[in-house]
T-cell receptor, first 110, second 114 residues
Framework: TQLLEQSPQFLSIQEGENLTVYCNSS?????LQWYRQEPGEGPVLLVT?????EVKKLKRLTFQFGDARKDSSLHITAAQPGDTGLYLC??????????FGRGTQLTVWP | ETGVTQTPRHLVMGMTNKKSLKCEQH?????MYWYKQSAKKPLELMFV???????ENNSVPSRFSPECPNSSHLFLHLHTLQPEDSALYLC?????????????FGPGTRLTVL
């Protein structure tokens, strides 16, 4: 089992604040994906990172893949209520299997 | 709208009932998946189908029986379930290849077993 630990489990902040959530593992992944899931919906892919040390930006969201391809972080600048949701990381093993973390539940208050 | 639909969206069933969940994808994908999402647990992969053939069964109890009649449709047949089977059941589809393979999820079926 390739365990992915996400932290924090819950995060409640005010609009305009910055935040970082983390996804850590002792296993190496060939790629890592971040998804956002809103209530009553399935997860939706935000980004895929493939190269160790890679940084990708999606508007106010910045994703980083660790140099050793074992961990990742998601930083949100000036959070907005529309960012509220469950953020899931998923690592793809070298055998092609996708493993999900438990997620970080983010709530952004107006 | 992700191109993956699931019905029903909500289902309440007794332990002796038999019901089926349906998933349909309109994306031309070759792989389809069933996941279970419970509170306080990671998404659990249940079954994988590639080109209509089951390629993965992650030790799922036999009271869950998948069926993939064609590459666009996937069913999960349920019988004699237990209360601990109550969860959100998600279907997903993908091209099924490569490190950047993207899974597209349906909205899920919220199942409650009484």
């Amino acid at each position: 089992t390739q365990l992915l630990e996400q932290s924090p489990q819950f995060l409640s902040i005010q609009e305009g604040e910055n935040l970082t959530v983390y996804c850590n593992s002792s296993s190496v992944f060939s790629s890592l994906q971040w998804y956002r899931q809103e209530p009553g919906e399935g997860p939706v892919l935000l980004v895929t990172v493939v190269t160790g040390g890679e940084v990708k930006k999606l508007k106010r969201l910045t994703f980083q893949f660790g140099d050793a391809r074992k961990d990742s972080s998601l930083h949100i600048t000036a959070a907005q209520p529309g960012d509220t949701g469950l953020y899931l990381c998923a690592g793809r093993s070298t055998l092609g299997r996708l493993y999900f973390g438990r997620g970080t539940q983010l709530t952004v208050w107006p | 709208e992700t191109g993956v639909t699931q019905t029903p969206r909500h289902l309440v069933m007794g332990m002796t009932n038999k019901k089926s969940l349906k998933c349909e994808q309109h994306l031309g994908h070759n792989a389809m998946y069933w996941y279970k999402q419970s509170a306080k647990k990671p998404l659990e992969l249940m079954f994988v189908y590639n080109f209509k053939e089951q390629t993965e069964n992650n030790s799922v109890p036999s009271r869950f029986s998948p069926e993939c009649p064609n590459s666009s449709h996937l069913f999960l047949h349920l019988h004699t379930l237990q209360p601990e089977d109550s969860a959100l059941y998600l279907c997903a589809s993908s091209q099924g290849r490569g490190d950047t393979d993207t899974q597209y999820f349906g909205p899920g079926t919220r199942l409650t077993v009484l």
